[in-house]
T-cell receptor, first 114, second 110 residues
């Protein structure tokens, strides 16, 4: 299995509080992604990174920010958590080279905002 | 129109059956195509890539029709262990994120 870990695995937080999820990889892959998965919506891209300090928005980026200060870590921050951000969050990594775009996923973080 | 659309499912099939999933994508410039499998409460994992010439891996066959912007996955001789959600995935280029369909749930029944 690819070396990718997410922390925490489960979290319950209150509305209005900031929350940071961490994704750590040991594969030295260039690309890292944050997706959320909700019933009826599938996996939707929040933000992604194509290198250290290089990030871009996905289709559901409102209310989220990210940072990547080193290759192995990609942080997702919910600036002020809302109940609509209750979801399962998956981090993924990929090499990104032409012909090698397979993505490997972390085990997910189950976040509940009450 | 959604970028990637899949059969809604769920598909409930008996063991040994053959089942086919379909997927359409909207961007004709898309370059890479995959099928991922996701078990309940687990992360998605790559099942197989989809090549223009079609490809087979054991009981699984994937096909791509670029003219119709259509991808398919055929599972022969279904096993109980095939029960999962199957996700169609499209990539515009090597430098762009994966775009997922909503997935099709398969239940294989004894």
């Amino acid at each position: 299995d690819a070396g990718i870990t997410q922390s925490p695995r489960h979290k319950v937080t209150e509305t209005g509080t900031p929350v940071t999820l961490r994704c750590h990889q040991t594969e030295n892959h260039r690309y890292m992604y944050w997706y959320r998965q909700d019933p009826g919506h599938g996996l939707r891209l929040i933000h992604y990174s194509y290198g250290v300090k290089d990030t871009d928005k996905g289709e559901v980026s409102d209310g989220y920010s990210v940072s990547r200060s080193k290759t192995e870590d990609f942080l997702l921050t919910l600036e002020s958590a809302t109940s609509s951000q209750t979801s399962v969050y998956f981090c993924a990594i990929s090499d990104g080279r032409t012909g090698n775009t397979e993505a490997f996923f972390g085990q997910g973080t189950r976040l509940t905002v009450v | 129109r959604k970028e990637v659309e899949q059969d809604p499912g769920p598909f409930n099939v008996p063991e040994g059956a053959t089942v086919a999933f379909n997927c359409t994508y909207s961007n004709s410039a898309s370059q890479s195509f995959f099928w991922y499998r996701q078990d309940c409460r687990k992360e998605p994992k790559l099942l197989m890539s989809v090549y223009s010439s079609g490809n087979e891996d054991g009981r699984f066959t994937a096909q791509l029709n670029r003219a119709s912007q259509y991808i398919s996955l055929l599972i022969r001789d279904s096993k109980l262990s095939d029960s999962a959600t199957y996700l169609c995935v499209v990539v515009l280029s090597g430098n762009t994120p994966l775009v997922f369909g909503k997935g099709t749930r398969l239940s294989v029944i004894a």
